[in-house]
């Protein structure tokens, strides 16, 4: 699976979108391997973050004046949120950039894979309440979609969701890792 996901990625040309009023953004889609099966890492966002509180959202974060690029954004997010070291890390290329609305960001998703064997988390509290570890063929397999209910200026809507268990995956996060699926899924 992993190498499909790889060759998938490699052939993909993503589209930029404008870098209006937003601030920027990067996540990593990140692979790991867990008992011989592929799985993407998601995360809880902490009660302590600004941002997104207690929503499931795609290792990375905002850009830093350190940052050079915003791969190097997502890198050093993952590392401090989830404590998976760069070097750990191989990227396969990156997905169209989204936007989350309701808090401004131009976000630019990378995929990449931990390396095998290397499967030690430390996650910082303070962004991260809990790691969720998604076999990728359940993401692939129609049980996974479902839907989430919001309330937006007092209306009831219902949004696409994938599901994992309790977990609901919905809204940037969600639109990030549809286009990664159709991308995987359109590559034999």
């Known amino acids: 699976m992993r190498e499909r996901v790889r060759l998938a990625v490699a052939g993909y040309t993503p589209q930029e979108m404008p870098l209006d009023a937003q601030r920027e953004a990067a996540v990593l889609l990140l692979l790991h391997e867990l008992d011989g099966v592929e799985h993407l890492l998601f995360q809880v966002r902490s009660s302590t973050v600004r941002h997104h509180t207690g929503q499931i959202s795609l290792p990375g974060g905002a850009r830093s004046a350190g940052d050079e690029t915003l791969l190097d954004t997502a890198l050093r997010e993952v590392e401090e949120e989830i ?40 996650l910082d509290p303070r962004e991260v309440a809990q ?28 949004a696409p969701a994938y599901v994992f268990g309790e977990h609901v995956i919905w809204g940037a996060t969600w639109r990030i890792l549809r286009q990664f699926i159709e991308v995987v899924e359109a590559h034999p």
């Open 83 to 122: 404590g998976v070291p760069r070097d750990h890390i191989e990227i396969f290329g990156r997905m169209n950039d989204s936007y989350a609305r309701s808090s401004n960001f131009r976000i630019r998703p990378y995929v990449g894979a931990i390396e095998r064997g290397a499967r030690r988390f430390a």
């Open 131 to 158: 790691l969720i570890e998604v076999p990728l063929a359940h993401l692939l397999s129609t049980d996974s979609h479902g839907w989430h209910a919001s309330e937006d200026d007092g209306n009831l809507e219902a």
